[in-house]
Nanobody, 121 residues
């Protein structure tokens, strides 16, 4: 499974960004998909995940109500819509995949290369 994330960039606080992750070399619909992030000097942390069918989503408390994860199985793509961005959302965001389920306590099997999100105050 190969994961290619895109859509990061520089945005002012309160702004929005949408991250995309294209999946290849795998049966996309068999995987739960998600996003982790890592800020400078901090450990990687869970952000959001979505089950294979898209019917169940999970979010870290810090992003709940501001971020929305979705997937388009025919396009082999997962998205993360980020609204009301805060400076503390600044991090490298990683697209991840795991067969079966992916919750905040799970460790993904597959990682993309990461895309930088910077939120200025």
């Amino acid at each position: 499974v190969q994961l290619q994330a895109s859509g990061g960039g520089l945005v002012q606080a309160g702004g929005s960004l949408r991250l995309s992750c294209a999946v290849s070399r795998g049966t996309f619909s068999r995987y739960a998909m998600g996003w982790f992030r890592q800020a400078p000097g901090k450990e990687r942390e869970f952000v959001a995940s979505i089950n294979w069918g898209g019917g169940s989503t999970y979010y870290a408390d810090s992003v709940k109500g501001r971020f929305t994860i979705s997937r388009d199985n025919p396009k082999n793509t997962v998205y993360l819509q980020m609204n009301s961005l805060k400076p503390e959302d600044t991090a490298v965001y990683y697209c991840v995949a795991r067969p079966g389920t992916l919750r905040s306590s799970s460790w993904p099997d597959y990682w993309g290369q990461g895309t930088q999100v910077t939120v200025s105050s």
